[in-house]
């Protein structure tokens, strides 16, 4: 494999678009490549990318950065298989909403309310993906990745991924490179409506069908979200918080409008977009950086390429709601 390059701009290769470059960059078009890739710079830094939807550089990186091109769909279910269920195996590198159409056009149900959500199949497990509902992990059989440090291929089952919020072994160890994943979908579907906004969405519509589906969270996500290849971002910044109950208790007694969701852990989750808004950051814009202001957990880049400068607007979010609410928002998107 001869298309190693050394010093290359990484700008292109996050979705806020902040400049640094990558000592070594290599893009491995299957699993041999990816394996060359890792023999001959045993000893340097790694760093894997798909879309670059959810990470950003606020300097160079003094590694290799691998960004895999490993496509490929196809159907490995088995006669002895329930007729309603069918198993693709994705190759890591395809793009998600594509996969996501895919299905919905077969009528393969599972990730129709996934809809429209930036970046690679590959990368879905490592965040747990979610949104109006669902989670990425409630479709998951198998997840196949490469160790970087040994080059051997390691499988693991939907219980060995660690999956929790917006969490996975993969994002925890940062040791494994997926190359595929094998997903459990349904051949059946019908609505089942468990999200305030996507019920609204589809409330004139009888019996939503799954393409029914599908077009409400575009359409939703459209009105709310910014388009990171018109205006950078990465999405949601922040991971929604988890208190205790006493703490959301008294929080409610001072914002009766508080969001609150009980969890199974006996915390309570409660909305980051929300405690931001109330912070009094919604559609706040300090030099180049900006929450938008649909959305206040989305911070947008109005024109700078240096990724500290996004930094500094987080920590300005973090301090004023950590002293408004006695609360610490986590990022969830990668910061290198």
């Known amino acids: 494999m001869d298309d190693h390059q050394k010093s290359i701009q990484l700008k292109n290769y996050n979705a806020f678009r902040t400049e640094a470059l990558a000592k070594i960059f290599c893009a ?23 879309g670059g939807c959810n990470l950003f550089f606020t300097k160079d990186f003094d590694g290799l950065v691998i960004k895999p091109n490993i496509k490929g769909i196809r159907d490995v279910s088995d006669d002895d298989d329930d007729d309603d269920i069918v198993f693709l195996e994705v190759m890591a590198s395809e793009d998600w909403d594509e996969f996501v159409e895919y299905c919905v056009n077969k009528g393969f149900s599972g990730l129709e309310n996934l809809s429209y959500i930036p970046g690679t199949v590959g990368a879905s497990p490592v965040q747990n993906i979610g949104a109006y509902g669902a989670e990425v992990k409630d479709c998951i059989r198998e ?74 969270v575009i359409q939703i996500r459209k009105r709310k979200l910014p388009d990171h290849k018109e205006l950078p971002n990465c999405g949601s910044f922040f991971k929604n918080p988890s208190i205790d109950p006493e703490k959301a208790d008294t929080l409610l ?39 938008y202001p649909n959305q206040p957990l989305i911070i947008v880049n109005y024109g700078t390429t240096d990724g500290n400068e996004i930094v500094g607007f987080m920590e300005e979010i973090q301090e004023v709601v950590e002293e408004d609410f006695g609360i610490k928002l986590e990022p969830e998107v990668k910061i290198l």
């Open 28 to 50: 491995p078009n299957n699993v041999a490549e990816l394996r060359e890739c890792l023999e001959k710079y045993p000893n340097e830094k790694k760093l894997i990318i798909g």
């Open 143 to 216: 997840v196949v990745a490469i160790d970087i440090n040994t080059g051997e291929a390691v499988s693991f089952s939907n219980a060995e991924c660690q999956f929790g919020y917006r969490d996975s072994i993969f994002k925890k160890t940062n040791r494994y490179i997926i190359v595929s994943i094998v997903f459990q979908l349904k051949k059946s579907f019908s609505y089942k409506p468990k999200y305030a906004d996507l019920n609204k969405e589809l409330e004139d519509v009888e019996e939503p069908t799954i393409q029914d589906v599908r077009e409400a």
């Open 253 to 291: 007694g001072i914002y009766p409008d508080l969001p609150v969701y009980p969890q199974p852990n006996g915390l309570v989750k409660t909305s980051a977009a929300f405690l931001i808004d109330r912070a009094g950051y919604k559609g706040k814009r300090i030099g180049n950086i900006g929450t």
